[in-house]
């Protein structure tokens, strides 16, 4: 790693040790960006590593509500305005139990970057609540959300900080969400995305993320000269991202063979198709967290109890779930099995020592930051949506998802492509989206 970057990151890591997931974030980045610091002595004349390893405002509030029995509870919430220099901050809420600022603070510098590379006008943001909505009634739900933005509406702003979904925000916190704001502040405006169809939501937002990581794998195969169609896939998690992967890949003739939940994992040799994948979507509305029913509702397929997918043979493999849900070992399974490509779709959802052992083993690996922008991307067309006063047809948002995701595609091999000719899709989104951002600092002075 560059001197500079190693002094930036001890500095971090002395100010908060705890916050492991945003070190971990900061030092993936780090370790690409050297060549471009050497080359531009402004990086370190502007201090542009102290600066984005601090987020430009957090805020911090209380989010009281009642449950079903009349009594309060509290959850904290957070909104990490990250970086504002491409544009409004821009990224989703996550509400889970194991939100921290340290997982915020991660999702937010990720976000920076990923949103840098679409080469839309976004900066980075992140935010959400510790609150469970697992296994809470839609008036519990909403009792949180309309507290929750009690606080949250005055920082926010179509020009200012555009929220959208992430893990445990779904349509429906959204709606809740949009609700409470525009009561608040007396607005309608797009000043949050993954909005219902029918109020300001876009068409293909949805299945964007999915749909976005599955163009970005054809591209990924057509640099090998190969293609996706009788691929065998397999992926983690069930959730909406999980649903557009399963849903793309299997139109376009590959087979998502195994997808996995808390349980355990399903195996479905015939391969993922529409009607299950809406299953699957059902099964995530039901609030069980559980994916055993599928294996009863389509024969043919078999649930293992309490395992992990990983260690089903296929030729790529897609975490869609949450991060570090792929360890050093899970890597190691994988590499055994013959698998050829990873693309992560989860946010950093490889540890260190999977990637590690990925590149040991020659298993070409796409960070989530470029795999998974097209969700971002996609929130970004509901603004200029919301920003014209228009709708656009799913075709059109469809193609310039596509667009949106060969562009990215193409910057991660500019700025990654090696000597070899292999090419280093970390250091090529890293490099790629870090000049960018960079460059906007640089040029808006102090
Ligand atoms: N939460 C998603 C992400 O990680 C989407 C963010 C958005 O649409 O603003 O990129």
């Known amino acids: 790693m560059n001197e500079y970057a190693k002094q930036v990151l001890e500095l971090r890591r002395k100010q908060a040790p705890w916050e492991t997931e945003f070190l971990q974030s900061v030092e993936e980045l780090f370790e690409s960006i050297g060549d471009v ?4 002595p402004r990086i370190k004349q502007y201090r542009i590593l102290e600066r984005l390893t601090i987020p430009e405002r957090i805020v911090t509030f209380q989010v009281p509500w009642v449950d079903r029995n009349g009594e309060i509870q509290v959850n904290t919430g957070w909104r990490v305005q990250f970086n504002g220099a491409l544009g409004p901050y821009k990224g989703g809420l996550r509400c889970h139990p ?20 679409t080469t839309l006008p976004m900066g980075g943001g992140k935010g959400g609540s510790d609150f469970d909505p697992k296994g809470k009634t839609e008036l519990e739900v909403m009792n949180f959300c309309n507290s929750f933005m ?3 509406y005055r920082h926010i702003g179509a020009q200012v900080d555009v929220p959208a979904g992430d893990l445990g925000v779904g349509a429906r916190e959204i709606g809740f969400f949009f609700g409470a ?28 993320t999915g749909f976005g990581a599955i163009y970005f794998v054809q591209h990924m195969l057509e640099e090998l000269k190969d ?37 355990g994992y399903i195996l479905d040799e015939a391969g993922i198709n529409e009607e299950k994948a809406a299953y699957m979507l059902e099964l995530r ?53 013959n698998v050829r490509m990873v693309a992560e779709v989860s946010n950093m959802g490889c540890t260190p020592e999977a990637i590690a052992a990925f590149r040991k083993h020659g298993i070409i690996f796409a960070p989530g930051k470029a795999v998974n922008a097209g969700g971002v ?34 910057t991660c091999v500019k700025y990654g492509r090696k000597e070899s000719g292999e090419i280093d899709y970390v250091a090529g989104a890293n490099i790629a989206g870090f000049i960018r951002v960079a460059n906007a600092m640089i040029a808006q002075g102090l």
């Open 377 to 410: 991307a996609t929130s970004c067309l509901e603004m200029s949506q919301n920003a014209g006063h228009c709708n656009w047809g799913a075709e059109e948002v469809d193609a310039r998802l596509h667009s949106i995701m060969t562009g990215i595609h193409a």
């Open 150 to 152: 009690r606080e949250l």
């Open 98 to 117: 194991s939100v921290t600022l340290s997982t915020l603070k991660f999702l937010g510098f990720e976000q920076t970057f990923k949103n840098a590379l």
């Open 285 to 337: 509305a039901s609030g069980r967290d559980i994916v055993s029913p599928y294996a009863d509702k389509f024969p043919g397929s078999k649930f293992v109890a309490g395992r992990r997918v990983w260690e089903v043979p296929a030729d790529i493999a897609m975490p869609c779930a949450i991060q570090n849900e792929l360890n050093g070992d899970d890597a190691e399974l994988l590499a055994k099995n």
């Open 37 to 40: 610091i050497e080359s531009d």
């Open 227 to 263: 293609t996706i169609a009788g691929k065998r896939i397999i992926i983690s998690g069930f959730g909406n991202v999980a649903w557009g992967t399963a849903l793309k890949a299997s139109r376009l003739g590959a087979r998502v063979i195994a997808i996995s939940g808390p349980d």
């Open 181 to 208: 704001y525009r009561r608040l502040a007396n607005n309608y405006s797009g000043v949050l995305t993954g909005k219902g169809v029918g109020w300001g939501g876009s068409l293909v937002r949805a299945e964007a």
